[in-house]
């Protein structure tokens, strides 16, 4: 076997052998030293004010280099980072630091990225080891992927203790989600419930993601406090899944903010209470008055509709009657907004990525890890949020005139 056919560790390459030699490859990691060296050398003569061997300025002196082992997508590379001293007006020296290579990094952010990616991607820390063996000749070990989830986790906590005075903030979306995680290393169903935001330009933001024992109004009333007192202000408009623990919170918090119930989460309670051979029939019916063009459209077909299933079905017409006026909150709404106000399909499509992100895990390792998972999902950019439709008239506050309800 030829030398370069094992890794650092000792394990053997993957597709070694001349016809898996790249020239273009070689090429480019034989030439980056030179190129890391000289853009740090940039940032020195920058902060000195003259080139090395010149003479002249009073910034500071240089002296020597010193030997450092970075990491990259490139693979791994041993640079001489260049030292010096930086005088002061005071006449005091201090040793100058590198803002391209910090101090103490040993891989660049765009592996920290990649690993941490991959262990988003529902692996674990071996296996993360062993699919960047190859690319990394070995750099990346069981311990340089755990440092870089410490450093996830470090940011993960000082994004749950972010300011949101400045977020602009007008509408909310609020659901929940059931995972399973270990408790006391016993499988256990915890409750994430998450709050998403809408931003006065229409972009979506993540708000919280937390990990509770249910969604009860007390979980849900803690997630919405803890928001309160890092500055959220009060939103115009609520979108809710409809869970009774929810909207107890909200009334109590927030009880003139107009709330609406996710007509998706209603036609799923609709079908529930009908015999499967009425579920078409059922959804015709819905959709038809869930999605009429005007205000008057929509209250004719709900009277319609009552009128029909309390004879035919009486449990499909009691369920519509529980959810009331707040199933038609968005009509509240100008209609180009009506189709991202009438659910919680933005949290809901969430929820899913997640799920099938962590599927292969089956049991995440603690009920911390299932909230910060969420949140790295968004922050390495694994998940993008687009902006909700009907944005560009979000500037305008809710009516004050709702479908009137009287059968």
Known sequence: ?????????????????????????????????????????????????????????????????????????????????????????????????????????????????????????GTNTRRVKRALAALFRGAVGKDVVSRTWRKVKTDWEAWCRRDLTGEGVVRLILDGTVVRVRVDRKATSVSLLVVLGIRRD?????????????????????????????????????????????????????????????????????LAHAPEALHEEVSADYTDMVYAATPQEIEARRKAFLRKWRLKCRAVADSLEEAGERLFSFTRLPPGQWKSARTTNAVERLHEEF?????????????????????????????????VDGWQSLGQPPSDSAIDLAA
Request: proline share 4%; with cysteine; aromatic share 6%.
């Open 202 to 270: 229409g972009q979506k933001v993540l708000l919280a993601a937390r990990n509770m024992g249910g969604e009860g109004e007390a979980a849900w009333r803690a997630v919405l406090d803890d928001l309160v007192a890092r500055g959220l202000r009060t939103p115009e408009f609520l979108i809710v899944d409809g869970a009774a623990g929810l909207e107890k919170a909200l009334a109590a918090l927030w009880p003139d903010v107009p709330a609406q119930r996710c007509t998706v989460h209603k036609h799923r309670n609709l």
């Open 1 to 121: 076997m030829d030398e370069d056919s094992t890794t650092a560790t000792g394990e053997p390459a993957l597709f070694a052998g001349a016809a898996w030699f790249d020239p273009i490859e070689a090429g480019l990691r034989g030439r980056i030293r030179g190129f890391i060296e000289e853009l740090i050398e940039q940032e020195l003569t920058e902060a000195l004010g003259r080139r090395r061997h010149e003479r002249g300025g009073v910034a500071g002196h240089r002296h020597g280099h010193r030997e450092r082992r970075l990491t990259g997508s490139f693979g791994p590379v041993e640079v001489a980072v260049p030292r010096a001293r930086l005088r002061a007006e005071d006449g005091t020296t201090r040793e100058w630091r590198s803002a391209v290579l910090p101090r103490y990094a040993r891989m660049t952010r765009q592996v920290e990225a990649l690993i941490a990616g991959a262990y988003l991607a």
């Open 355 to 387: 799920k099938r992100r962590i599927k292969t895990q089956t049991v995440l390792p603690s009920a911390e890890t299932a909230a910060m998972l969420f949140w790295a999902l968004l922050a390495s950019g694994q998940i993008t949020m687009r902006k």
